[in-house]
Nanobody, 117 residues
Framework: QVQLVESGGGLVQAGGSPRLSCAAS????????MGWYRQAPGKQRELVAH???????IYRDSVKGRFTISRDNAKNTVYLQMNSLKPKDTAVYYC???????????WGQGAQVTVSS
């Protein structure tokens, strides 16, 4: 089992640059990637950014050039640096870890990010 604990977020003004952190613990040997998803009210959860164990990263188009995902493998922590925030970035942000073993997906508790205009 893997546990994910997020921190960061809150109320931010448009243009702000908060950073989310997600500390993982437990059986990390099966984890093959970590990333961030978000879910806005009334919408489906969507991928924001993902980082594989070999360093490859992917971003959804709307955050490219503004958000940066990074990992500190020594601390089993993944970060999401968010710059130039917009009101449409308002959502609950979830940390995700993908595993090669059941249950294959682990989720954090979610961190609310609210961007005021």
């Amino acid at each position: 089992q893997v546990q994910l604990v997020e921190s960061g977020g809150g109320l931010v003004q448009a243009g702000g640059s908060p950073r989310l952190s997600c500390a993982a613990s437990g059986s990390m040997f099966s984890i093959n990637g970590m990333g961030w998803y978000r879910q806005a009210p009334g919408k489906q959860r969507e991928l924001v950014a993902h980082s594989t164990n070999d360093g490859n990263t992917i971003y959804r188009d709307s955050v490219k050039g503004r958000f940066t995902i990074s990992r500190d493998n020594a601390k089993n922590t993944v970060y999401l640096q968010m710059n130039s925030l917009k009101p449409k970035d308002t959502a609950v942000y979830y940390c995700h870890a993908g595993s090669s073993r059941f249950p294959f997906d682990y989720w954090g508790q979610g961190a609310q990010v609210t961007v005021s205009s």
